[in-house]
């Protein structure tokens, strides 16, 4: 069994249009988050990420395994995009799981 924990994470653009209509600044903080997601992707840490094309706004998604809360915390308070969004994040507890 794994000691991992697993977050679901829902990143809330600071607008309902933002996708279509960030400007320069905040295009360039949004790829600084992509940026700074791809090591723990690589690694394992962040299972699956990218943005929701919601109807009704587009939102950004991701789900990690992590071995404390305070790791996640961490992660998330230094992801680049943290301020500019807003992150929900929900324990979930995984059936299954790629090793």
Do not use: C
Request: charged share 20%.
């Amino acid at each position: 069994m794994s000691t991992k924990m697993y977050f679901f994470l829902k990143l809330h653009p600071p607008r309902a249009s933002f996708a279509l209509d960030m400007t320069p600044e905040e295009r360039a903080v949004m790829q600084q988050h992509v940026e700074y997601w791809a090591p723990h992707v690589a690694g394992g840490t962040m299972l699956v990420m990218g943005p929701v094309a919601d109807p009704a706004g587009v939102y950004g998604i991701g789900i990690l395994a992590v071995d404390s809360e305070e790791q996640l915390k961490e992660l998330i308070g230094a992801d680049p995009a943290n301020g500019m969004n807003r992150y929900e994040v929900h324990p979930m507890r995984v059936r299954t799981a790629m090793p």
